[in-house]
Each structure stands twice: as structure tokens, then as C-alpha cells.
């Protein structure tokens, strides 16, 4: 089983609306880093959440960690095209030590209508 | 002004030719790393890199060998392509040190092997 479960996997809204895409977790998350994908580049880093509890946004996005650090949610508030796209979480498990391995899950497809 | 770049971004070859792909970053950090997305999306590591030595290696066949000439660069050398090994490859680098890091991915190489 995959260590990284994330919903929905895809996702389609009209222009304007807000939406949420879940990250969850069985173990403990020391980062939990969440990144977006355009078809046919790379992957483009948006936040990353260490603290339980710990809650960051960018513009019309907002990521949030729980405070037992197993759960992230990303929002989108008044989706527009542009951010349509993939979006990944990913965990690193190395507990604080040097080398981010990081984890990801399978993502989730947001396609938003105009 | 590119951070993480790879070279080729599309490659095209048949089952048992050796093919290399290269990465070069240019933020100045001190870890790289190999990742494989498969055709679901879904991304796993492959490598890592620490100041040219090697820190992870993710049961990958030894088909695959990394080589870090110096801190700004990892290639990835691919012997006896296999159809499996079809993915887009991508390259990341990261600071190192205590704590986690956000780490800054290249555009991808697209590896189709026929």
C-alpha cells in the first residue's frame, strides 16, 4: 500500500469555485511538501508545512497540517484556469536528519472550466 | 536563469541501447537527486546524491548508474534499455542540513523506448 493516499484523485471545477485536495498519511510527517505539475514540465514547489498545526498560503492557495502531522489539505479559493494542473504531496521521512527522501503520493488531476 | 536543467528533454531509442541523461543545477546546493514518474503519475525516487557521494539508492536495477562529476551535476547512465523503463525522469536538487528542504526539480526527460 502506498504510504502517501491522496483525494480526490482527480478533480474537475468550474472557474470561481473552491476546492480541496487531501493528503493523508500512516506515519508521521516530518515535511510534508506540496508541489503542482503542468503536462510536460516539471514540478513547480508551492509550500511546505513542518509544524502540527501549521498553516501557509500563496495567494489563492492555502495548505494546512494537522496537528498529529499525518494529514495535509490544500485549498484553492476562486479556482481559475491557470491553476489547473497535477498536484502532489510528498513526505519526508527522514525525521529531521540531512537527506530529503521524499515520498510522494499518486496526485491529484485538477482540470478547471472556464 | 535556470535553476535545475536536464538534457535531453525527449528521448527516443530501442530495447538494449545504453542511453545517458544529464543534470545540472546551478542554485549552489549540495544534494541532487533521480526520480522516475511512471505513465499513472506516479513519482518514486531513485537516487540521491550528497557532495558527490551516493546517500540513497531505491532498488533500482543496476542497469541504472548515477555519476556526480562534481556538486552541480548528476547524470544518469541507462545500460540495456528495457520497455518498462519508459517514464519521464526527473532531476531535483536541495540544500542539506538539518531539517527539510524544499527540493527544486528539472523539466523532465521524456524516455520512450520502443
Known amino acids: 500500500s502506498q504510504e502517501l493516499e491522496q483525494s480526490p484523485q482527480s478533480l474537475i471545477v468550474q472557474e470561481g469555485k473552491n476546492l480541496t485536495i487531501n493528503c493523508t498519511s500512516s506515519?508521521?510527517?516530518?515535511?510534508l511538501y506540496w508541489y503542482k505539475q503542468k503536462y510536460g514540465e516539471g514540478l513547480i514547489f508551492l509550500m511546505m508545512l513542518q509544524k502540527g498545526g501549521e498553516e501557509k498560503s500563496h495567494e489563492k492557495i492555502t495548505a494546512k497540517l494537522d496537528e498529529k502531522k499525518q494529514q495535509s489539505s490544500l485549498h484553492i479559493t476562486a479556482s481559475q484556469p491557470s491553476h489547473a494542473g497535477i498536484y502532489l504531496c510528498?513526505?519526508?521521512?527522514?525525521?529531521?536528519?540531512?537527506?530529503?527522501?521524499?515520498?510522494f503520493g499518486q496526485g491529484t488531476i485538477l482540470t478547471v472550466h472556464p | 536563469d535556470t535553476a535545475v536543467s536536464q538534457t535531453p528533454k525527449y528521448l527516443v531509442t530501442q530495447m538494449g541501447n545504453d542511453k545517458s541523461i544529464k543534470c545540472e543545477q546551478n542554485?549552489?546546493?549540495?544534494?541532487m537527486y533521480w526520480y522516475k514518474q511512471d505513465s499513472k503519475k506516479f513519482l518514486k525516487i531513485m537516487f540521491s546524491?550528497?557532495?558527490?557521494?551516493?546517500?540513497i539508492n531505491e532498488t533500482v536495477p543496476n542497469r541504472f548508474s548515477p555519476k556526480s562529476p562534481d556538486k552541480a551535476h548528476l547524470n544518469l547512465h541507462i545500460n540495456s534499455l528495457e520497455l518498462g523503463d519508459s517514464a519521464v525522469y526527473f532531476c531535483a536538487s536541495s540544500r542539506s542540513g538539518r531539517g527539510s528542504y524544499e527540493q527544486y526539480f528539472g523539466p523532465g526527460t521524456r524516455l520512450t523506448v520502443t
Open positions: 546524491y550528497n557532495n558527490k557521494e551516493l546517500i
Open positions: 506515519k508521521t510527517l516530518y515535511g
Open positions: 510528498g513526505a519526508d521521512r527522514g525525521g529531521g536528519t540531512s537527506y530529503g527522501k521524499l515520498t
Open positions: 542554485l549552489g546546493h549540495d544534494t
